[in-house]
């Protein structure tokens, strides 16, 4: 396939659900162009619930609307999904348990553009992760983006799916399915350092884990693109005889993979856990390549970090 | 009428059956919307079957004001939707009477509310998926005026607005009072009429405790070309006399002495 952008790549999947199943809308709050969904409201102009600037309302008319027997996907920026609309995901989808798909774009810092803070979104998986109930997807690009919005499809539960800023490049095979509770092995190594990763930042762990083969250094490295429910044991299985863990996300450090991969081995299998993440401060404006440098998570930050428990 | 009005006042009293018992909820916010909720449910238009609570071919209703949840059990418990054994397990653990509406756990709830705003909003959705399925069903709301304080419900009646949605009815149970005190010295939400207008809404105004402006209300709505908005007004803790206009009765639980002269007034004795 031509390579899409990480955000058009949820509009290819929609465009393939919403022509297969009439139940599947989308629902917008002024969010269409976040997507580059114009051919969607062209093609299916009744299947787009625009609300105007009202991510609140959004989400409950996402919520409404599966609760009468629609398939809603509503799409914005991950900090708006996460945060204004907060509590309505919480109380009026999950809590009822509805079959509402969330998309968050812009997330991570890294995704963020040259927006700034306001459209940054790295609180989002922590928050998400303490409503019951909610399943969290964090595909790491264009091809993984578009199969994990057809695979939200496929089960009947709340799902919250991260994507990036539209700018993030091709890693994977384009045949490469995703599949929900799924781990990824993305470099096998006989090494006693296993890293796990999610989302676009997959780009600099595979730099990083690259250059350190290349030295003779080798680290496993698995993706975890099932945030919520965590693949324990998978998870586990991965960890097992390794000495030590490390976790790069782009996220705070606080709440995100790194938190419940923690909070699973601190009462499975305790080991220590290196984190490369968001520390605890907000960042700026700048390129993706600028910011994971001097926020001290690009492909180089990782690899001195790992340098460090190897 | 005369029925409906004695069905009226037995919600009321279930209410209070409910709130003795467990010794907590809001038996003002209850009675003031009583009315209408018995015109919908007893006097023709929501069309539930109790034996299919769940079928899509159904009216929705949704009590944005979600603390009045014990009058819509109440009028679940009498259409037979809800089994009458569970009146009293209003709030108690393991009970599918929670102390607002969840849709998940209570037959014929059809949206989590009392997180105020957010019902309307869930309502403006399933009156999406209704036209999109070419549905001939209404999507009925009661709003409370205080609720109105929330900046989704203006996103919502916006919304309501630009797309006309005709199958959508919204009450507002315009009773004056909220939890702190007057909508005037609170909430400060002043004119509602030139609001709605402002919104595109069609908007008839109402004595809400008089079935017959009810009934004529809902007839207009259905006629119009517009969406409708029907601001009822109404009186805080209808039907016993120290309850109306008292605004301690939002949240409190009636005396031994004062439930029995409550019951009796609710007979009509």
């Known amino acids: 396939m031509a390579e899409i952008t990480t955000r058009r790549a949820v509009s290819e999947g929609l465009l393939k659900l919403m022509e297969s199943d009439e139940r599947v809308v989308l629902v917008s709050s002024d969010s269409v162009g976040v997507i580059k969904a114009q051919d969607i409201v062209e093609r299916y102009p009744d299947r787009?619930?625009?609300?105007?600037?009202?991510?609140?309302?959004?989400?409950?008319t996402a919520a409404g609307l599966a609760a009468a027997g629609m398939k809603?996907?509503?799409?914005t920026y991950a900090v708006f999904a996460s945060m204004r609309a907060c509590e309505q995901v919480r109380s009026m989808v999950a809590y009822p348990h509805l079959n509402v798909k969330i998309i968050g774009a812009n997330g991570g810092m890294g995704s963020g553009e040259r927006e700034g803070v306001s459209h940054q979104c790295f609180e989002d998986i922590g928050i998400f992760r303490t409503f019951a109930g909610m399943t969290i997807l964090s595909p790491s690009d264009a091809s993984q983006v578009e199969k994990a919005i057809i695979a939200a499809s496929e089960i009947d539960d709340p799902v919250y799916i991260r994507t990036g800023s539209g700018k993030e490049i091709a890693l994977w095979d384009d045949e490469e399915p995703f599949e929900i509770g799924k781990t990824i092995v993305r470099k096998e190594a006989d090494s006693d350092v296993v890293l796990f990763s999610h989302g676009f930042i997959m780009r600099e762990v595979m730099k990083a884990a690259g250059e350190l083969e290349n030295e003779g250094k080798s680290v496993k490295v698995v993706e975890v693109p099932t945030i919520k429910p965590l693949p324990q044991e998978a998870i586990l299985q991965h960890v097992e005889g390794a000495a030590n863990v490390a976790v790069v996300e782009d996220h705070s450090v606080y709440g995100g993979l790194s938190s419940a991969i923690s909070e699973l081995l601190s009462r499975t299998d305790p080991k220590k856990i290196t984190t490369v993440a968001l520390q605890d401060t907000f960042p700026e404006s700048g390129s993706a390549a600028e910011l994971f440098s001097k926020y001290k998570m690009d492909s180089k930050a990782i690899k001195e970090k790992l340098l460090t428990i190897m | 009428m005369e029925n409906l009005q004695k069905i009226a006042n037995g919600l009321r009293a279930d209410v209070l059956d409910m709130v003795v018992e467990i010794k907590d909820g809001h038996p003002g916010p209850a009675f003031s919307a009583a009315d209408i909720i018995t015109a919908l449910y007893f006097g023709g238009h929501i069309h539930i079957d109790p034996e299919n609570p769940d079928s899509p071919d159904r009216d929705r209703f949704v009590l944005s004001k979600g603390h009045?949840?014990?009058l819509l059990y109440a009028a679940l418990i009498r259409k037979g939707v809800i089994d009458k054994k569970h009146k009293l397990t209003l709030r108690k653990i393991d009970s599918i009477l929670q102390g607002h509406p969840d849709m998940i756990k209570t037959p014929g709830v059809d949206a989590n509310s009392g997180s105020l705003g957010n019902g309307l909003a869930m309502a403006y959705g399933m009156a999406n998926a209704l036209k999109l399925q070419k549905s001939s069903r209404y999507v009925y709301v009661i709003c409370g005026d205080g609720e109105l304080g929330e900046g989704i419900t203006?996103?919502?009646?916006?919304?309501?607005?630009?797309?006309?949605m005709k199958n959508m009815i919204v009450f507002i149970d315009n009773n004056r009072w909220q939890s702190g005190g007057s909508i005037t010295d609170v909430g400060g939400i002043g004119s509602l009429k030139e609001k709605f207008e402002a919104c595109s809404l069609q908007v008839i105004e109402i004595d809400g405790h008089n079935f017959t402006q009810i009934f004529e209300a809902v007839a207009a709505a259905k006629e119009s070309n517009k969406a409708t908005v029907v601001i009822a007004h109404t009186i805080k803790g209808k039907g016993v006399d120290?309850?109306?206009?008292?605004?301690?009765?939002?949240?409190?639980?009636p005396t031994a002495q004062q439930y029995e002269s409550a019951l009796r007034q609710l007979r009509g004795e």
């Open chain 1, 48 to 60: 787009v619930i625009e609300v105007g600037i009202a991510e609140q309302l959004a989400v409950d």
């Open chain 1, 72 to 75: 809603p996907f509503y799409v």
């Open chain 2, 68 to 70: 009045a949840c014990p």
């Open chain 2, 154 to 164: 203006w996103e919502t009646f916006i919304n309501i607005g630009k797309s006309q």
């Open chain 2, 242 to 253: 120290f309850m109306e206009e008292d605004n301690s009765w939002h949240k409190r639980v």
